[in-house]
């Protein structure tokens, strides 16, 4: 079974701090995403890479980053914490081809204080 | 920006019953999937149709496409308490390195 494995269930920051999550998926997908889900307003891309070294935005990538060193491990990055970054955080990961589906990490639930 | 709109935003129903949920979008797609999220979990792949397809099954769920509407049905037949979480679906316009875009879901909830 494929296995994508989010650091933490729960995390919790404080305003202006940097904040990392880390993502590790274990089937050697190309593609790795982080998305953040909102009450209301499902899932929203944050960034997504399809390479190592490789990143593009998503829909939200304001406040955020990433760092892809290694195939297996995506990191998101909070350079400065802000209260309207309180939210749930996937990660997933899936093969290039588009007829492919993704796999979910279990989620990091953030809150910053 | 959303290209999913799932419909209802969330439904109630008995044990046994069906299930029925739909998916409207807005542009051209290359597949279509649902997803499936039980609570304070991630989301878990149900079902991919393609667009050339018209509809899928797999165990008791049953996938329609319509391109000429641009919607997609979920049906859950013979509900079981289990089935209770949220449903999404999600649409690529395919290419190289495609991403998803979510809907906002369904909660469905079945009552034993």
């Known amino acids: 079974d494929v296995k994508v494995t989010q650091s933490s269930r729960y995390l919790v920051k404080r305003t202006g701090e940097k904040v990392f999550l880390e993502c590790v998926q274990d089937?050697?997908?190309?593609?790795m995403f982080w998305y953040r889900q909102d009450p209301g307003l499902g899932l929203r891309l944050i960034y997504f890479?399809?390479?190592?070294?490789?990143?593009e935005k998503g829909d939200i990538p304001e406040g955020y980053s990433v760092s892809r060193e290694k195939k297996e491990r995506f990191s998101l990055i909070l350079e400065s914490a802000s209260t309207n970054q309180t939210s749930m955080y996937l990660c997933a990961s899936g093969y290039r081809e588009s007829n492919q589906p993704q796999h979910f990490g279990d989620g990091t639930r953030l809150s910053i204080l | 920006s959303q290209q999913g709109e799932e419909d209802p935003q969330a439904l109630s129903i008995q044990e046994g019953e069906n299930a029925t949920m739909n998916c409207s979008y807005k542009?051209?797609?290359?597949?279509l999937q649902w997803y499936r999220q039980n609570s304070g979990r991630g989301l878990v792949h149900l079902i991919l149709i393609r667009s050339n397809e018209r509809e899928k099954h797999s165990g008791r769920l049953r996938i329609t496409l319509d391109t000429s509407k641009k919607s997609s049905s979920l049906l859950i037949t013979a509900s079981r308490a289990a089935d209770t979480a949220s449903y999404f679906c999600a649409t690529d316009a395919g290419g190289s390195n495609y991403k998803l875009t979510f809907g906002k879901g369904t909660l469905l909830t079945v009552n034993p």
């Open positions: 089937m050697d997908h190309e593609n």
């Open positions: 542009t051209s797609i290359n597949n």
């Open positions: 890479s399809y390479d190592v070294k490789m990143k």
